[in-house]
């Protein structure tokens, strides 16, 4: 009997948006759009797979067991993601077409989630509770 996974502890989810954050920031820096496929590919790997990199990297230096970390939820956290891998695509394909204020714009929406993320409040989370909630709302409305 195996017992599903339901959070994420916190440290590794810093580190994934600490990589979205310093990808983005690299590839504006150096203006090369591939940098945006490290979070990119990472976040794919971690929605198709259950296998993040990033996190697999980070979870090697954790000092604790994960379970002594503040904890995220998954599902939370799978949101944002497709999210985040959205938009990095969306941005990598603008700039791989020259279509750079349109890559600049997506680049910059996901680095700025990531930052507010980091500082301590979630969009994504905030915009999946309002999406819950308004679905359960009119759900009874029938």
Request: aromatic residues 16%; positive net charge; proline residues 4%.
């Amino acid at each position: 009997m195996t017992s599903k996974i339901t959070t994420i502890p916190q440290p590794l989810v810093r580190a994934n948006q600490f990589s979205i954050v310093g990808f983005v920031l690299l590839s504006w820096l150096f203006r090369n759009e591939f940098f945006l496929l490290i979070p990119l590919i990472s976040g794919l790997l971690g929605l198709l797979f259950n296998f993040n990199p990033i996190m697999k990297i980070r979870k090697l230096f954790l000092k604790q067991n994960g379970n002594e970390y503040p904890q995220e939820d998954v599902l939370d956290q799978k949101f944002n993601q497709k999210i985040a891998v959205t938009f990095l695509a969306i941005a990598f394909f603008s700039f791989l077409l020259s279509y750079n204020i349109l890559g600049y714009i997506f680049s910059a929406l996901v680095l700025l989630a990531a930052a507010i993320a980091l500082l301590g409040f979630c969009i994504g989370c905030f915009i999946r509770f309002q999406y819950i909630t308004y679905r359960n709302k009119h759900k009874y409305k029938s």
